[in-house]
Structure formats: structure tokens, C-alpha cells
């Protein structure tokens, strides 16, 4: 069995990329002793990161200008490779493209995820691969459709400004400049399985994230319904707002679904499978999977959860460990998840501020315990 331990891990959001993650254990791992390969497999669920993960697993990165959440142009990339593309929302509607303390739930929109969506198909993509996390957006995709072609007019016949609260003023949605998208293959890669409406919809649960009031999400609830039933009728009637994942990305989902027939998949077991994540596990001795905090939201469809079940399924048995900054899942949680042991900043510096800032050498630290624990 050969000398190997792989490192599938997401990125801890404000402190390091996945990518610094594996770099800072795998220089960990050496400092303690461990003369063997790490292979670093960067992976993602959907969210910030995506395209990231695509490129490290062999993609090639095309880079654009597209309209941003606030419709200034910002340049964003997707991944291409063999007729498929990674495109990430986040690159052209995400919440960190938009300025310090300039939150706009409004009037935010994902017209960028579609101008990426056309610079794909141009480039040759027939399968696109669509992460839909960390968007500013709660414009139900409305605004990718409009990239795309489809004419979104209120009762004076005049072309909705962007936003999810313009919604509430559309009258008739025209279909007929939609693309033939009929050749292409769409998958969304989201852990989200909200509906569009509702208490556990777009706007209640996501809209307070994106800086909308209670009168605000009252106000984008109301736009999210009258484009539901609009472009539902469009669309023949196809009913879409109360499927899983419809909710995702501030409705992006529900765009997606029912006009670009996308099909739901899991983010994370997407990269994995983008990443060839099988092969990387022959000879593996062990595999560290991660997350900035281990919590309730791993359990369900996180990256560490996902990672842990790909392993799973592997032929023979290989122990799953988990690093993160924080964890507050008890050893039972994680057993059930498929992950053996958690290691946390938190173990080593109890300062959550000192662990943001601090974490690229903690974690090498924490690498260090691991090599210890399971790679003498």
C-alpha cells in the first residue's frame, strides 16, 4: 500500500481557500514527519469556490466581462474542459462583489449568470455544470433569463428594470428569444432543497443574508409569486416554485429548472466527480476532509459529508478525519456522518478572532496531531 493521504476540503470561508487549506496541511503533514504524498483534491459544494475547485482538478479557466449584481461590469471565470463547463453565480452576482455596506436585495441581479451561460455554449460547452451559492440575488433568475433572451415586460409593455422587486410589476413574459438550448445538458450542483415561496423560501430564509428588511422580503415574496405564476404559464405550465432546489441562489433554481430543464445534484459529489476524486483514493492511507465550522449545516450535503460518503463507497476501508475552525458536532454526529476523529483551531487557540486570522499556521499545527494520530 503506497505512502498517501488525500486532502478533499473546502475552503474556511474568510481565512483561507480550499487550496490554502490543503498547501498549509500538507506542509503540516512534512513538518511532522510524514514522508509520503499528499494529494490535494480542492473541492467546493456549489458555493464560492466552485470554479476554483474545477480548475485545480484540470479545467481550463475562461475569463470574461459580465454584468454584475449591481449590473457594473465585474470579470468573472468559468472552467472548461471536454464540452463541459463549471459556471459559478457567485463569479458574476456574488455577494462579495458588491461594495462594503452596499448590500442591494432589491435591486440585485443575476444577469451575469446567464451572460456566462451564452460564453459557454460559444465556447462549446454541450454539458454546464451551475453553482448557485453565495449570490446577492433574490431576482428568481429572472435576470439570467433576460441574458439569455427572454423578454420580461410590465403592463406599459416596458422592459423590467433589474431585481427581484420589480417582479411584482410584471405583466407578460415572451419566451420566443430563448436560445435552443435543447442540446445542452444543465446540472445544478446546490446542498439547497428550499422551494422558491414561502416561510423556507428564496426570500424569508435568504433574504435577511442579503441585507432585506421584514418589508423587504414581504416585498420580494410578493415579486418571486407573480414571476412564478407568469413564467410557470410561459413555460406551459410546468410547475417548478415547490421543487427542491428551486429556492437555491435567491431563485436562480427556479430559473433553471424550469427553463433550462436543469436537473439537482448535490454540489459536492458534482467536484468530486469532476476531480476524478476514486482514483486519487488508490493507496490512500488516510483522507482529511474539512470546512471552516463543523456543524448541524455539515450534515447536510456539506462538503465533509459528501467526501466522507465518497470514501465510503470506495473498495476498501479508509479512515475520514475532519478539520476545521470550529466544531460543535458531538463524536456521534460525526461517526454517523462517516468521519472518524474532528480536529478544530479551536483545540489549540480558543480566540475565534485569533483562529481567523491565525489560521493558515494553526492549521499546520493541527496537521501535525493528525500525522501523529494516524499516519506513524
Not at 459544494?45 to 454584468?67: N, Q, R
Not at 436585495?105 to 451575469?112: C, D, E, F, Q, V
Not at 427572454?150 to 422587486?165: F, H, N, Q, T, Y
Not at 415579486?223 to 406551459?236: I, P, T
Amino acid at each position: 500500500m503506497g505512502e498517501r493521504a488525500v486532502v478533499a476540503a473546502d475552503k474556511f470561508k474568510g481565512s483561507l481557500t480550499a487550496g490554502q487549506v490543503a498547501a498549509r496541511l500538507a506542509a503540516g503533514l512534512a513538518r511532522a514527519g510524514f514522508g509520503g504524498e499528499v494529494a490535494a483534491v480542492p473541492v467546493a459544494d456549489g458555493g464560492d469556490g466552485t470554479v476554483a475547485a474545477a480548475l485545480a482538478a484540470g479545467f481550463d479557466p475562461v475569463e470574461l466581462e459580465v454584468h454584475g449584481p449591481a449590473g457594473e461590469p465585474v470579470s468573472a471565470l468559468f472552467a472548461l474542459r471536454d464540452g463541459t463547463a463549471v459556471v459559478e453565480a457567485a463569479q458574476a452576482c456574488g455577494l462579495s462583489l458588491l461594495p462594503a455596506g452596499g448590500l442591494a436585495p432589491l435591486t440585485a441581479t443575476s444577469r451575469g449568470v446567464g451572460e456566462l451561460i451564452l460564453a459557454a455554449r460559444a465556447a462549446g460547452a454541450s454539458r454546464i455544470v451551475l453553482g448557485v451559492g453565495g449570490v446577492a440575488t433574490t431576482d428568481g433568475g429572472a435576470g439570467l433569463l433576460q441574458a439569455l433572451g427572454v423578454r420580461l415586460s410590465d403592463a406599459a409593455g416596458r422592459e423590467l428594470p433589474p431585481g427581484g422587486a420589480a417582479l411584482a410589476a410584471l405583466a407578460a413574459v415572451d419566451r420566443s428569444g430563448l436560445p435552443d438550448l435543447s442540446g445542452m445538458q444543465f446540472l445544478l450542483a446546490s446542498d439547497v432543497d428550499n422551494p422558491l415561496l414561502g416561510p423556507s423560501g428564496a426570500a424569508a430564509v435568504y433574504g435577511p443574508q442579503k441585507g432585506a428588511s421584514p418589508g423587504d422580503v414581504r416585498l420580494l415574496e410578493e415579486g418571486l409569486r407573480r414571476w412564478a405564476d407568469l413564467a410557470e404559464d410561459a413555460a406551459g405550465g410546468t410547475p417548478a416554485r415547490d421543487a427542491a432546489g428551486a429556492g437555491a441562489a435567491g431563485g436562480l433554481g427556479f430559473a433553471a429548472l424550469l427553463f433550462l430543464g436543469a436537473r439537482m445534484r448535490p454540489g459536492i459529489e458534482l467536484l468530486l466527480e469532476l476531480a476524478s476524486f476514486g482514483s486519487r483514493l488508490d493507496g490512500a492511507r488516510l483522507v482529511i476532509t474539512g470546512e471552516g465550522s463543523l456543524d448541524a449545516q455539515t450534515l447536510h450535503g456539506k462538503v465533509p459529508v459528501g467526501v466522507a460518503r465518497a470514501t465510503a463507497a470506495y473498495h476498501r476501508a479508509i479512515p475520514v478525519v475532519a478539520v476545521a475552525g470550529q466544531c460543535t458536532l458531538t463524536a456521534d454526529q460525526l461517526r454517523r456522518a462517516g468521519i472518524t476523529a474532528a480536529y478544530a483551531l479551536t483545540d489549540i487557540e480558543s480566540d475565534l478572532s485569533r483562529c481567523m486570522a491565525e489560521a493558515g499556521p494553526l492549521l499546520e499545527l493541527l496537521a501535525g496531531r493528525i500525522a501523529a494520530d494516524w499516519l506513524r
